[in-house]
């Protein structure tokens, strides 16, 4: 079955950039009606939308973050990454990548969830 | 305004039936998705569109909406549904925000 892997370092210093992949594996993530979503949750506190991009490279990214994230895809990889730049504290958290359907019908869902990676923001 | 607000906490007895809810102005042009997140675990689709139920998902899960509010129905909870329920919806601009989750306790 679909399956999704976040990688990429567990400690970043403050005002450097966050860079994350997520490795699809059991499908291919060219398939068409699906995004491919970044979502974040800060240590005891709630789940936080970043962005999703589709094979062909359109996005969405969450506004109040929108300034300093950039997801690309590498199809030829199976892979989409997640760089958010000018880090600080208050980004510290699990990162989850997954597989979002959305678009132009009111259906909206993330299916399945990579497990989820720390990352600690500190010098 | 694409915020959607949840309560904090509810609690259920044991066999009880629990409704969880979500309010927000996008859902009324968008189904919302409800995801349950078990300590130290990845969240889990549980609900999406108008009431739809992945493999694997029991069937006392199920969902609704009415007007700016979207619900998470558990009828007869069991122990193992105590956890973190969250929603998500979208707007017409493209975000995808999520609700502040509920802690569900079963008593």
């Known amino acids: 079955q679909l399956q999704l892997q976040e990688s990429g370092p567990g400690l970043v210093k403050p005002s450097e950039t966050l860079s994350l992949t997520c490795t699809v594996s059991?499908?291919?993530?060219?398939?068409?009606?699906?995004?491919w979503g970044w979502i974040r949750q800060p240590p005891g506190k709630g789940l936080e939308w970043i962005g999703s991009?589709?094979?062909?490279?359109?996005?969405y990214y969450n506004p109040s973050l929108k300034s300093r994230v950039t997801i690309s895809v590498d199809t030829s990889k199976n892979q989409f990454s997640l760089k958010l730049s000018s880090v600080t504290a208050a980004d510290t958290a699990v990162y989850y990548c997954?597989?979002?359907?959305?678009?132009?019908?009111?259906?909206?869902?993330?299916?399945?969830w990579g497990q989820g990676t720390l990352v600690t923001v500190s010098s | 305004s694409s915020e959607l607000t949840q309560d904090p906490a509810v609690s259920v007895a044991l066999g009880q039936t629990v409704r969880i809810t979500c309010q927000g102005d996008?859902?009324?042009?968008?189904?919302a998705s409800w995801y349950q997140q078990k300590p130290g675990q990845a969240p889990v689709l549980v609900i999406y569109?108008?009431?739809n139920r992945p493999s694997g998902i029991p069937d006392r899960f199920s969902g609704s909406s009415s007007g700016n509010t979207a619900s998470l129905t558990i009828t007869g909870a069991q122990a193992e549904d105590e956890a973190d329920y969250y929603c998500?919806?979208?707007?017409?601009?493209?975000?995808?925000?999520f609700g502040g989750g509920t802690k569900l306790t079963v008593l």
């Open positions: 059991g499908g291919s993530i060219s398939s068409s009606s699906y995004y």
């Open positions: 569109g108008k009431n």
């Open positions: 998500n919806s979208r707007d017409s601009s493209g975000n995808h925000p």
């Open positions: 997954a597989r979002h359907l959305t678009g132009y019908s009111p259906n909206n869902w993330f299916d399945p």
């Open positions: 991009i589709y094979y062909s490279g359109s996005t």
């Open positions: 996008s859902l009324r042009s968008y189904y």
